[in-house]
């Protein structure tokens, strides 16, 4: 998927709506047991919607796994895969990454941009047969924010495993700086509409190289010369909500 191109043909429009986060979580109570499915497979939906102004989110990666596989940690270094979705939005090769492990059940590649405040719902399933699984199982997901150099959004190893059929949580999705890119917000090197300028870069031009939380743009309105980004590219933490619902 050459995520560049498409988003380069799309349209996005800054004016979008606002949303406000919504912490915590909330269940909506069911009579089965999440131990027991009848044979069926079961079935999680993934809501995530984008809460930022004017930060397209990029075709989000998802990964139903167990406890034992972790997408990425802060302090550490980030992945190739994981690079290559923060700084591109392409989520290929984090996927590829997440499938060579056998603690991985099932992977999600989004197709499409998430507009600010605008939702996509994703559906992961986990065979029958992997009941013993469902005790340990988690999700996890990405999806970057493109007006930047490499910020991305989500929220990792989400236990699942006492979900009862129909109940629902809703998290909130911190945003990330990969540490592989200065975020000089220049017109080179944001994919995003507000610069169309490169995806990913293989070199490592960060000093700190690892993941930590975002502190924001700073944009050319607060004074920094080589910024293409006004106040409206600002983002408040955090920057995803995502609502998991079984059921099945």
Known sequence: MNFKTSLLSTAVLAGSVLLTAC???SDNDSNNDAASNNGLDYIFTVEVTNLTYAQPLSPPALVLHDGSYVL???GTIASIGLEELAESGSNTSL??????YDSVFDTLAGESIILPGASQEFTLRLEADHDEELNGAHISLVTMLVNTNDAFTGEKNID????EVNQ????SGPVWDSGTEENSESSETIPGPAANGEGFNASR????NKVVFHGGVVSMDDGLSTSVLTQAHRFDQPGSRIR???TQ
């Open 23 to 25: 912490g915590g979580d």
């Open 72 to 74: 990425f940690n802060e």
């Open 95 to 100: 996927l590829q990454e997440a499938q060579a």
């Open 160 to 163: 699942i495993s006492q979900f």
């Open 168 to 171: 629902f949580k809703i998290y």
């Open 205 to 208: 031009e960060n000093d700190v």
């Open 244 to 246: 998991i619902t079984r």
